[in-house]
């Protein structure tokens, strides 16, 4: 008994099918298609927009300064939660709408670490590693908490996650008796700026740090397989010997991790915390980077690249709009209008009906000349 295909056309190639039809179909086509109508944009409106300069920071050292830099600056804290919420979406058809609160709660100890508990400290009260590790092992608690009301409780992602996206921010609050801790050693704000006499900014190095870790996580172990696997039917995956349950409780404990790396580079950058404002609504734009990244919200089959790569393109569209003195108030609807022409450009009906609309002038012709 064979299993018949949902969609034959999607898996043979067609004779007649345009190369445009081809690259449509590609997983990466949207945020492609999205990075290269910003840098057309961008080349037409100020050409100076690429330009990179080398200047100095407020600690006389040359740095790299430009529009470009502070995209892939910016976007880093991003970037590392799209990996985490893109095998989240993958493994339970849901996202984590926490990842903002928990990045305080991150913040929050790694600050309450280095500063000894004190309001403010003029030198680190803790090695910085060991510090990062404890905010690591927090989050990755909070997520196994999201994991386990996922996984075991059968509660909607989105529903489980809320209590920690009400509930964070407090706790971030309490664990610092509300105070507002400073650190003003420079060791630890190099992470958020850039180490003496390198004048690229650290954060993208951390950032390409954790690409490339979870790069050889996805190459050398089952995680990316048994992610998909789950995602798509997890009936099947556990008659195949696979504990879907431990594998949503696990990408969950991940993302807790990369919530904690993401948190760090955040506070690092001030080396103080605003429990309210830090990394506010961060957790739509992880969620926009996975759906303009190709992947389905609904779980299954996924491509982190594509979530890394629409990361970078909705931090390019808001340093764009930056750029031309967009209110930060209204920034979150212009995102919100562009990525939804683009996803709704992007959906399988949209594309089927521009496709049939190609070929109708054609046909005509051709039973013209019949």
């Known amino acids: 008994m064979t299993t018949p295909v949902k969609n034959p056309e999607s898996q043979v190639k067609r004779p007649d099918e345009s190369l445009f039809k081809r690259l449509t179909r590609q997983q990466l086509f949207i945020p492609i298609a999205a990075l290269a109508l910003l840098v057309l944009f961008n080349l037409i409106a100020d ?27 910016n976007a ?32 929050s100890v790694i600050l309450r670490m280095v500063c000894g508990g004190q309001a403010a400290a003029d030198t680190m009260q803790m090695n910085l590693i060991l510090a990062v590790f404890i905010g ?26 809320l209590i920690m996206y009400t509930a964070g921010r407090s706790i971030a609050a309490w664990i610092n008796n509300n105070q507002l801790p400073i650190i003003n050693d420079l060791g630890f704000k190099y992470a958020g700026t850039f180490l003496p006499g390198i004048p690229v900014p650290t954060p993208i190095f951390i950032t390409l740090f954790m690409i490339g870790l979870f790069w050889l996580v996805l190459k ?13 039917n997890p009936n099947s995956s556990r008659l195949n010997g696979i504990n879907p349950q431990m594998v949503k409780l696990l990408t969950y404990v991940i993302l807790g991790a990369c919530v904690a790396m ?28 996975v759906a303009l990244g190709g992947n389905a919200l609904s779980g299954g089959k996924f491509n982190i690249y594509g979530s890394i790569l629409g990361a970078y393109v909705i931090q390019f569209l808001t340093t764009t709009l930056y750029k031309y003195d967009v209110p930060s108030t209204a920034l979150p609807a212009y995102k919100a209008v562009v990525v939804v022409l683009l996803v709704v450009l992007s959906a399988p009906v949209v594309r089927e009906k521009l496709s049939s609309m190609k070929k109708a002038p054609a046909k005509a012709a051709a039973k013209g000349v019949s």
């Open 220 to 232: 050398f172990t089952n995680l990316g397989l048994y992610t998909q696997s789950v995602g798509i």
């Open 136 to 161: 690591i092992v927090v989050t990755m608690v909070f997520g196994a908490f999201n994991g386990a009301m996922v996984a075991y409780f059968n509660i909607q992602p989105m529903v489980a996650t």
């Open 76 to 107: 880093s804290e991003l970037v590392i939660l799209s990996i985490g919420m893109t095998l989240v979406t993958a493994s339970s058809g849901g996202q984590d709408i926490s990842v903002g609160a928990t990045m305080a709660i991150a913040g």
């Open 262 to 289: 993401a948190g760090f580079i955040r506070v690092s950058r001030s080396g103080s915390i605003n429990y309210s404002r830090i990394a506010e609504n961060i957790e739509m734009d992880a969620i926009l980077a």
């Open 47 to 73: 050409p100076a927009f690429f330009a990179v300069a080398i200047k100095e920071n407020s600690l006389g050292n040359p740095v790299l300064s430009g529009n470009i830099i502070s995209v892939l600056d």
